[in-house]
C-alpha cells in the first residue's frame, strides 16, 4: 500500500488552491491531506518573519495523518516556500534564528517520518532579502539531499524565458532576484537553476507554470503530476 501524503501549500496559498491536486494523486492510489491552511495564517510571516506558525501546523497535520492511517511513514510534497518549510521540518537543529521563537519549540526531527520530499517549483536559494534568513538557516543547515533516509525529489517548471518586455517582465524580475539573473528559464516565478538540490533527483517539467490558473499546465495537472507520483514511497 502506497504511504499516506502531506501537502504543504506555497507562500500566501490556502489548502484550496490545491484540491486538484490532492484528488490527482488519490486517483493514482495515495492517499492525500493538505495542510489546512488559509490564507490569513502567512499574515505573522510576512516580511522574512519566523515560519513556525506554519511548521506547527505542518507538524500536526503529519501527526494526524500518521494515526489516521496508522503508518510511521509519509511522503511529502511542498510546493514553492512550502518545500523549503519542508527542509527545516525534517532537520535536527533548533529553528531559532527569530526573536520571535525564543520560547517556542522549534525542534522538529521529523527526518525519520518522511520517506519521499517532493519539492516543486521551490526556490532553494534566494538574493531577496525578506528570505535570506530563513533561507541562510536551510542552506548552511541542511545543504543539499541532506538526509540519506530521505528521498528528495526536486521539481523545476520550464515554461517561461525571462527577459525584459513588458510580457516577461514579472518573470525576469523573480528570477533574478532569485539567482541573480533574469536571463533564464523558470515556471515564471521560480528559476529552474535555483530549484534544485545537489544530490537529489532532480526533474524539469517542460510548460509548467508555478501557480495554478485557469486552463494551464502546472506542478498540480494530473499531466505533471503523474511524472513526479512516480517518485513517492
Not at 161 to 185: L, P, V
Request: positive net charge.
Amino acid at each position: 500500500m502506497s504511504l499516506p501524503t502531506v501537502i504543504l501549500p506555497g507562500y500566501l496559498a490556502g489548502a484550496n488552491a490545491y484540491l486538484e491536486m490532492e484528488r490527482a494523486l488519490g486517483d493514482l492510489g495515495f492517499p492525500t491531506t493538505t495542510v489546512p491552511l488559509k490564507r490569513r495564517d502567512w499574515v505573522p510571516t510576512l516580511g522574512g518573519r519566523s515560519v513556525t506558525p506554519i511548521l506547527q501546523q505542518l507538524d500536526q497535520t503529519v501527526k494526524r495523518v500518521m494515526q489516521q492511517y496508522g503508518s510511521d511513514r509519509i511522503n511529502l510534497v511542498g510546493h514553492s516556500a512550502g518545500g523549503w518549510i519542508s527542509r527545516i521540518y525534517l532537520g535536527e537543529k533548533p529553528y531559532s534564528v527569530h526573536p520571535a521563537d525564543k520560547n517556542r519549540v522549534c525542534l522538529w526531527q521529523a527526518h525519520p517520518t518522511v520517506a519521499t520530499l517532493v519539492t516543486l517549483g521551490t526556490p532553494q536559494v534566494s538574493r531577496e532579502r525578506w528570505t535570506l534568513r530563513n533561507l541562510d538557516f536551510v542552506k548552511n543547515n541542511y545543504p543539499g539531499a541532506f538526509y540519506p533516509s530521505v528521498r528528495y525529489v526536486c521539481v523545476a517548471g520550464k515554461a517561461l524565458y525571462g527577459d525584459r518586455k513588458w510580457q516577461n517582465w514579472f518573470a525576469y524580475s523573480s528570477y533574478e532576484m532569485t539567482c541573480g539573473t533574469g536571463g533564464c528559464w523558470g515556471d515564471g516565478i521560480t528559476p529552474v537553476v535555483a530549484a534544485h538540490l545537489e544530490g537529489a533527483e532532480n526533474l524539469v517539467l517542460e510548460g509548467v507554470f508555478h501557480s495554478p490558473r485557469p486552463g494551464r499546465l502546472w506542478y498540480g495537472s494530473p499531466q505533471a503530476l503523474e511524472v513526479w507520483a512516480k517518485y513517492l514511497a
